[in-house]
């Protein structure tokens, strides 16, 4: 990144502080949940391969508030304007000869096994367990994060309380749940979804699930999920990667509610409402929400 860039100053994280190893990777990052899980597997790695000068990574944390991930230097990295990405310098495009760009949460979970996970401890060398990996990856791309991202958006973010659409999207993530819940009662899963060992499968969902709470949903109905999340968490190097960008605190009810408020606000959700039209029935008699400019960020 050149030192004219808009972007925030890279930073080391707490692992490499006193490292005197140039970064080889670089972590474009947010606190929500898509961006934890490129933090925790980096540090999972550091942890499994201590003296892989590779692996040693820095960040760089990504502000919604000044749409930094919609900057032409972040654009030039995901063109989607989506965090995570991850720039690798260890390797070079064959196109263009420039470090590797890599985006997509999940994408970048693969990307770092494939390339320095040599003794596949967060993944497998077996076809069958490998694809058994790749299924759960994609249910949570394709499940949890948007169910749970609308449970989000409707329950803490939305200009208009509808009781419908929070009910919908908190329902749909509870049944998702009870997907995982059902897996991890089993005894073969051993309290992981693959293979009997946490692999790249639990990091792609868990930051998510963790956050159940922040979604309104009640973890109560599914005791091995809640038992899967507090062993997840209680691992080091899961610890240090909830940490990156920065570590968040416990909040109270009303802490929880101006959070809300300031990331409502820095979204733009509701910024730009469309004057007398707030919300309105469609043809089918449901109601929509008329805002402008929802698209400008993500997280």
């Known amino acids: ?42 540090e999972e790695l550091h942890a499994a391969y201590p003296d892989s000068k590779e692996l040693v990574y820095d960040f760089i944390p990504i502000r919604f508030s000044e749409t930094d991930q919609k900057k032409p230097e972040f654009l030039s990295i995901n063109p989607n304007g989506r965090i995570p990405a991850l720039v690798d310098d260890n390797v070079q495009n064959p196109i263009n000869g420039q470090s590797h760009n890599v985006w997509e949460s999940a994408s970048i979970l693969l990307w770092l096994t494939e390339r320095y996970d040599e003794e596949n401890k967060f993944t497998f060398d077996d076809p069958i367990l490998r694809s058994d990996i790749l299924s759960w990856i994609f249910f949570a791309h394709g499940g949890v994060g948007p169910m749970q991202g ?121 910024s730009k409402l469309v004057p007398g039209r707030e919300s309105e029935k469609n043809g089918n008699g449901k109601r929509n929400i008329c805002i402008e400019g929802r698209d400008k960020n993500s997280m």
């Not at 994280?13 to 597997?41: C, Q």
């Not at 899967?228 to 940490?243: M, N, S």
């Not at 929880?256 to 409502?264: D, G, I, V, W």
């Open 1 to 42: 990144m050149s030192s004219s860039s808009s972007l925030q100053p890279a930073e080391r994280p707490e692992s490499f502080s006193s490292s005197d190893l140039k970064p080889k990777l670089h972590l474009y990052t947010a606190g929500t949940p898509n961006g934890y899980k490129p933090s925790i597997l980096l």
């Open 150 to 270: 609308q449970a989000n958006h409707f329950f803490r973010y939305a200009p208009e309380k509808i009781p419908y659409g929070i009910k919908r999207y908190q329902e749909e993530t509870a049944r998702l749940y009870s997907v995982l819940e059902d897996r991890l009662k089993d005894p073969e899963s051993k309290g992981y979804l693959v293979g009997g060992k946490f692999t790249i499968a639990d990091i792609n969902v868990f930051p998510w699930v963790r956050s159940y709470a922040w979604a309104g949903v009640d973890i109560t109905p599914f005791p091995n999920v809640k038992k899967w999340i507090d062993t997840i968490e209680a691992r080091p190097a899961v610890y240090k990667g909830l940490g990156v960008p920065a570590r968040g605190k416990k909040l109270t009810k009303e802490e929880e509610e101006e959070k809300a408020r300031e990331s409502a606000k820095a979204f733009n959700f509701g």
